[in-house]
């Protein structure tokens, strides 16, 4: 208010007017006081107690919302269902963080301000319940979920409700203060006004204005108020009624309780609850009159609202007394009512999964069992009844108790402890039970407890006591097997190795084998390490040989059987096992050789069987010139040399077939003189012309038991690797052989001759020597000096095998650059060996009837020749076929059948059985240059009379002939 104008009056209408001017000062100062309280008073009412109980009420209804939200997460099946679940709850939760921050800026009062503290607290008290429910739901543990949600979470959100409902309860009482306020301002602003009206009009007047004004804007404040307060009213989810006191008839519906019930607004104005379909049982309107005023609120919970249709709906009633009115909301939960009674029947059906579980349950608070299934009690040998309400740690083996004690309470306590352990119960008879447990915590009538699902393991446990034995006892084979076990890593570490594989490599424990380093140190050349992973990473495995070294140098061969396998944290190894084949490899290496041997002896055969018949034709050829010549003429001579030519070839063919015919080994008396010179012959023409060849033959005979062709391959042994040892520089090579008699013992490579007779073959070269270390080595088999390609080192161990099985010894001496000599002793024979005498007199001949079957033209127009000469009848074919077909139309035109071995179609020893089945005492000679299948005992066993080997002289085909003949 301005002040007034001053005028120029007398100084008492100054005075007067001054003192008026006071009072009307202070009278404007009182009045200007209590504008502003009404004022402040107002603005305090819009700003603060209606907008903080307008946001309790909104708050209230999106916590409702949330938590029925919250259910369907835990109802709904479907992802998509849940997510939009708690996506509606996330929103549900922002408008209740959004109205409690208005309750929180807006609140008047320390008591207010610790109730939105408190609100605040609760609602962040939600979120973890909120949170582990989510959690359990998709952990697919929904029933666990359901029991958080109907129990903890519904009774937190109760909690929380009623915490909001204390706020709007102490808002409105604020609101309700406020406004009692204003009304005594104003009622003692007007008798001030009316007090001062004569002494101040215009002031009056002007408070009067100023304050109308303020009344305006708060009246125009509040209407902004209701118009925000009717937007939530017909907004609300929740149906709402205004009802009007004392008989509570309804004055106003909300759009939501119409859309509950059916009514239209227009049915619900007027009425009373009852007629809109509130049960009857509700109180009377004095009642819950007495009720609110008590207490503020009034509750009716599971209501059955009867809607307009007749329709039944699951409904709870919350009222709260307001200044004039009651608001009456009704709130739809027949969803609640029907997840209520789906969790009701799930958690029967829960109870009876658990009653009839094939594994056993238990559960217990503080140690004492609450809970136990028929399962677990069968395991143990018990009642369920007779369990229930001991101690669990009872049941438990003495040597777990604790242990499951300290797990079960650290659980409870929500420390960090194992879900999942074994342990042992004791059954009502003390017996052991072995057990797995899945231990989880749970709510269980309003206590934290320790549920398990026990499942018994006994037949495991016995599994792996077994399998612990099977394991001991397999690496106890393992280490005690006759071939090396390893396991290594990728880079070659040694992860194993058995006692055999430590032995093999000359080590002395495995530690010393591991700190090798890597396996790969063990390879003869470690860079074939990279290619045996390659391989076995390859093909998963593999199966091959590998030269390796011992821990003194020393070769060794080793056989491979590797796999790749993985360990218990899936990184690739490489196990398996060696197997020591140097002796084998040696034996292959021998194998080899022979079947080499084997190969010349069947080249040798093929070569006589065709050198033969060219020789019988020259030889046979000579005889029937040298009878048509007479002893003067020059061509008498010639043909004598080209007959004994021919006699020599074939004895050096028989030499040769000798030395590689495939026969068991035959010991009998022999100058072995004779022996030796026909060797000499055969090979002087190997050794080359720089070394000078002489030898000593003793004239003597030198008789030993013996085998001939063993005898050659010493002496070819001998003398080739004497040659060999001179074949740049040249040398003098000597073989000397004499009979001798030891006055002493003799020391050998490896044995001690006793006194006595022996025949002595020495073999001298002039060569480059051998040098003293390796003179031990040098009768080992495979150990040659030789390069690559050049020699196997089985000459001389095959000397020493010889002379060893002749009973004889052998002897080396050597200087290097000087040469080297080689003495082998055989006992010599005392007794006189008989040699076989050349026939020689007049060949006789006869007049009987031969067949003569060969598959060579020419031998037999030759033997036909030199046969007929003789006085005999002879038929001859190349066809054997034919020759059996003649003897089958009449066997008894022929005397005797001669017929070669070696022959197409049939063979002379199948041509000789059919002959003798048909006419078992026919004479049959076989004459044969070479063959495996026949010799001469088996002609003797198939009853043939005669075997000759080709080429056959005259005189001896023809003393053959004589013989079997005149024995017929």
């Known amino acids: 208010m301005g002040k007034p104008k001053r005028m120029s009056v007398t100084r008492r209408l100054i005075l007067s007017f001054s003192a008026l001017i006071s009072l009307f000062f202070l009278f404007g100062l009182f009045t200007l006081y209590d504008i502003h309280t009404l004022t402040s008073l107002t603005s305090t009412i819009y700003h603060h107690p209606l907008v903080v109980s307008n946001a309790a009420l909104q708050s209230n209804t999106s916590i409702a919302k949330m938590h029925r939200n919250m259910k369907d997460v835990v109802l709904f099946k479907t992802l998509s269902k849940i997510q939009s679940s708690i996506e509606a709850v996330n929103e549900e939760e922002e408008k209740v963080h959004e109205h409690l921050d208005i309750v929180k800026n807006r609140i008047l009062g320390e008591e207010g301000k610790a109730l939105a503290m408190q609100a605040r607290k609760l609602f962040d008290e939600w979120r973890p ?25 519904a009774g937190h959100v109760a909690l929380l409700e009623e915490k909001m409902l204390e706020l709007t309860k102490y808002a409105r009482k604020k609101a309700s203060d406020f406004m009692h306020e204003t009304e005594r301002v104003h009622s003692r602003l007007n008798v001030v006004t009316i007090l001062f009206w004569l002494l101040g009009i215009l002031t009056s007047t002007a408070v009067a204005f100023f304050t109308i004004k303020q009344i305006l804007l708060a009246e125009k404040q509040l209407q902004e108020s209701e118009t925000k307060y009717r937007r939530l009213f017909e907004t609300a989810n929740d149906g709402i009624l205004l009802l009007e006191k004392p008989e509570l008839k309804i004055l106003h519906a909300n759009p939501a309780i119409t859309e509950l019930l059916g009514y239209s607004i227009e049915e619900f104005v007027g009425g009373n609850l009852k007629d809109v379909g509130i049960p009857e049982d509700i109180d009377t309107s004095q009642e819950i009159l007495q009720i609110l005023n008590r207490n503020g609120i009034y509750n009716y919970s599971d209501a059955l609202l009867k809607k307009k249709d007749g329709q039944i709906v699951d409904a709870d009633i919350h009222m709260v007394n307001k200044a004039k009115l009651v608001q009456c909301n009704i709130r739809d939960i027949t969803e609640r009512k029907l997840t209520e009674k789906a969790l009701l029947e799930s958690e029967e059906r829960y109870r009876l999964l658990t009653q009839k579980s094939l594994t056993g349950i238990y559960i217990h608070v503080g140690g004492f069992l609450k809970f136990v299934n028929n399962r677990f009690a069968e395991m143990l040998g018990y009642a369920p009844e007779e369990m229930v309400g001991r101690q669990y740690w009872d049941f438990i083996h003495p040597e777990d108790r604790e242990m499951v004690k300290n797990i079960s309470l650290a659980m409870a306590r929500g420390e960090v402890a194992p879900p999942e352990y074994e342990f042992r119960h004791q059954n009502k008879d003390g017996e052991t039970v072995w057990v797995h447990n899945l231990a989880t915590i749970i709510q269980y009538q309003g206590q934290i407890a320790n549920m398990g699902n026990l499942t018994q393991i006994n037949d495991r446990k016995q599994a792996e006591e077994a399998l612990r034995e099977s394991e001991a006892r397999y690496r106890e084979i393992l280490e005690n097997v006759l071939v090396g076990a390893y396991q290594v890593t990728l880079d070659g570490k040694f992860l194993f190795a058995n006692r055999k594989m430590i032995r093999m ?10 700190a090798t380093g890597s396996i790969a140190e063990l390879y003869a050349r470690p860079e074939e390490r990279t290619e045996v992973v390659d391989e076995i990473i390859s093909n998963g495995f593999i199966n091959d040989e590998f030269e390796f070294k011992r821990k003194n140098g020393q070769s060794i061969w080793v056989k491979l059987h590797t796999r790749k396998a993985t360990n218990k944290d899936g990184a690739i190894i490489l196990e398996g096992l060696m197997e020591d084949v140097t002796e084998t490899k040696k034996m292959a290496t021998l194998l080899q050789q022979s079947q080499k041997m084997e190969a010349i002896g069947t080249l040798a055969g093929g070569i006589a069987h065709d050198f033969n018949n060219i020789l019988a034709i020259i030889l046979g050829n000579a005889e029937l010139a040298a009878d048509d010549v007479p002893d003067w003429n020059p061509a008498s001579a010639s043909l004598k040399e080209i007959h004994q030519a021919s006699i020599r070839a074939k004895d050096m063919v028989q030499q040769l ?30 050794i080359p012309t720089s070394v000078e060849f002489k030898q000593h033959i003793s004239d003597d005979p030198c008789n030993v038991m013996g085998d001939a062709t063993q005898i050659n391959q010493i002496v070819m042994n001998l003398v080739t690797n004497a040659a060999d040892a001179m074949s740049e520089e040249g040398g003098f090579l000597e073989v000397t052989l004499e009979n001798i008699l030891l006055q002493e013992e003799k020391s050998c490579f490896d044995w001690v001759l006793s006194p006595g007779p022996y025949v002595r073959l020495k073999v001298r070269d002039t060569g480059e020597g051998i040098e003293p270390k390796i003179m031990d080595r040098i009768f080992e088999p495979f150990y040659t000096t030789k390069e690559v390609g050049k020699g196997t080192g089985m000459g001389l161990s095959l000397i020493h095998g010889i002379v060893k099985r002749h009973g004889g010894g052998v002897r080396a001496e050597s200087e290097l650059g000087k040469g080297t000599l080689f003495e082998i002793y055989f006992p010599a024979l005392e007794k006189t060996v008989e040699e076989e005498k050349a026939p020689n007199g007049e060949i006789r001949g006869g007049s ?24 005999y009848q002879v038929k001859t074919t190349t066809q054997p076929l034919e020759a059996l077909e003649w003897f089958k139309t009449d066997p008894d035109q022929f005397d005797v059948i001669i017929t070669d071995m070696t022959m197409p179609r049939m063979a002379g020893d199948r041509l000789a059985a059919q002959v003798l089945e048909i006419r078992p005492h026919m004479p049959v000679i076989i004459c044969t240059g070479y063959s495996e299948r026949m010799s001469e005992k088996k002609a003797e066993a198939l009853g043939v009379r005669k075997y000759i080997e080709k080429p056959i002289e005259l005189r001896k085909l023809a003393s053959a002939l004589r013989e079997v003949l005149d024995e017929k």
């Open 129 to 153: 319940i909120r949170e582990e429910v989510i959690r359990l739901v998709f952990e697919d543990q929904r029933e666990k979920a359901g029991e958080i949600t109907t129990g903890k979470g």
């Open 848 to 871: 009987e009837r031969i067949l003569f079957v060969d598959d060579e033209e020419s031998m037999v127009n030759l033997n036909r020749q030199r046969l007929e000469r003789l006085g």
């Open 657 to 686: 077939l000798a030395f590689s015919r495939k026969t068991d080994e035959e010991s009998k008396p022999t100058n072995i003189a004779k022996i030796i010179k026909e060797s000499m012959k055969m090979l002087r023409s190997v």
């Open 505 to 514: 490599f000359g080590f002395s424990s495995y530690e010393e084998l591991k």
